[in-house]
């Protein structure tokens, strides 16, 4: 039995702090969030939800803001025509237990802000924190003040302040992508009002554009109210990782000879923001020296969005972390706690990050031998009967090995079975030694 609940500061209000800060709380924990920002403001659009996120988001009703794609059709770039289809529902729900769904990151972002908040989380906004004592642990912030805690977590992101107190004030390096991003939202109601665009808000489906140096992905979301059309182009200048708007003509004139259908959704387009993405190299540890402060999300292991599993490995992420704080009898078993955490997530976690960057080199193939290759195997694994497929797909969504490493954890589930197999229900076996 805990002998009295555990202080935790969260550094970071995004998918993965919040999270954390629900379940913590849920638990009986004083949870107190750090946003640097001064408002609460989800930037981004649409996000994808697969049933791994679903596995931990089912007790928040995100489901009824979210879209249910029936499949992601992969297209060729120069004219539409379909590669292959991934059959989303209901094969997915009824294969993993969980949907497959769309959201916009805001809608998602409200629905944990709200959670928080009814489970007694405390969340400061307009705070920096300046310094971090990872072996106390506290934190100062940017008017002086002191907070202690029992438990430090770093949720604060690919530029995280709070991995350099954890890797004893070294950092990894941010590896940048030759891919830069469109991010565009489009009012549904443009489209339906275009006769050759009407049937893609009239079926729920995700479609995906794959061509040289450039894919596409464009879906519903905001309960398809919006369509969510980001563009990735690995064949034009860095402009750094802060969104900035470029003028339409830019993606008017990149992908100019593309399929009519995406010039036609690129004229709607209201205001383009552009980026870089990145990832961060892998970190020799997210556990400070001391066991009292970790990362987690981003700040751990940042990656391109290409699989659509960073805000996925987020939520993983803060659902397997309560449950390790949730096995400590007292702060001294946090530290050894922290470390099967890290055990616990680290391979998977890079694993799916390798994949993710592998994957966007392979959609972006200019035509020829290897992309003819490439969709020949593709068509070839979606046709054999999944349950007993051999043959490796490129498309990894569909793969029958990689798809249910990738949907079917379930981060309580996993965390649970990982803990009770490493200590006894008394919880004796916990070793004090690190």
């Known amino acids: ?39 609460l403001a989800a930037v981004g659009a649409g996000i994808q939800l697969p049933p791994n996120s679903m596995h931990v988001l089912k007790r928040l009703g995100v489901a009824k803001l979210s879209c249910w794609p029936r499949s992601i059709y992969l297209k060729r770039w120069k004219d539409g025509s379909v590669v292959v289809q991934t059959p989303l529902q209901p094969d997915i729900e009824q294969r993993y237990g969980e949907p497959y769904l769309l959201i916009h990151r805001a809608d998602i972002h409200e629905v944990l802000l709200d959670r928080a908040s009814k489970a007694g989380v405390k969340i400061t906004l307009d705070t920096y924190v300046s310094i971090i004592n990872e072996a106390e642990p506290s934190v100062i912030i940017g008017d002086g003040t002191k907070l202690t805690a029992d438990l430090i977590i770093g949720a604060d992101g690919l530029k995280s302040h709070v991995r350099k107190a954890v890797l004893n004030g070294q950092d990894v390096s941010i590896r940048f992508s030759p891919s830069c991003v469109y991010r565009t939202l489009i009012p549904a109601s443009s489209l339906r009002s275009n006769p050759e665009l009407r049937p893609l808000i009239d079926n729920v489906d995700a479609l995906y554009w794959v061509g040289p140096k450039a894919h596409i992905i464009a879906y519903h979301i905001s309960n398809s109210t919006l369509y969510n ?15 900035k708007v470029v003028p339409l003509s830019e993606l008017q004139a990149r992908f100019s000879d593309w399929d009519p259908i995406v010039r036609q959704l690129i004229d709607l387009v209201p205001e383009p923001l552009k980026w870089q993405l990145a990832e961060i190299e892998e970190q020799p540890t997210w556990v400070s020296k001391s066991g009292k402060v970790v990362v987690i999300g981003d700040a751990s292991h940042a990656m391109v969005p290409h699989l659509a599993q960073g805000a996925a490995m987020a939520l993983e992420d803060a659902a397997a972390l309560a449950e390790c704080v949730g096995r400590a009898t007292d702060q001294t078993d946090l530290p050894v706690l922290m470390d099967h955490f890290q055990d616990m997530r680290r391979e998977r976690c890079y694993r799916i990050q390798r994949e993710a960057w592998a994957l966007g080199d392979m959609w972006h193939l200019p035509d020829g031998p290897d992309q003819e290759r490439r969709d020949q195997h593709m068509r070839q694994a979606g046709h054999e009967k999944w349950s007993v497929s051999k043959s490796e797909n490129p498309n990894r969504w569909d793969d029958s090995k990689f ?8 981060a309580f589930q996993e965390a649970t079975a990982y803990l009770n197999w490493h200590y006894a229900p008394d919880r004796r076996s916990i070793d004090p030694q690190r």
């Open 1 to 39: 039995m805990r002998e009295r609940p555990f202080n935790v500061v969260i550094i970071g209000a995004g998918i993965a702090g919040l999270a954390a800060s629900i379940f913590l709380a849920e638990k009986g924990h004083n949870v107190t969030i750090l946003e640097a920002a001064p408002k």
């Open 229 to 243: 059309f980001v563009l990735c182009d690995s064949s034009t200048p860095s402009v750094g990782l802060v969104p």
């Open 403 to 410: 798809q249910p490493f990738l949907f079917g954890y379930d």
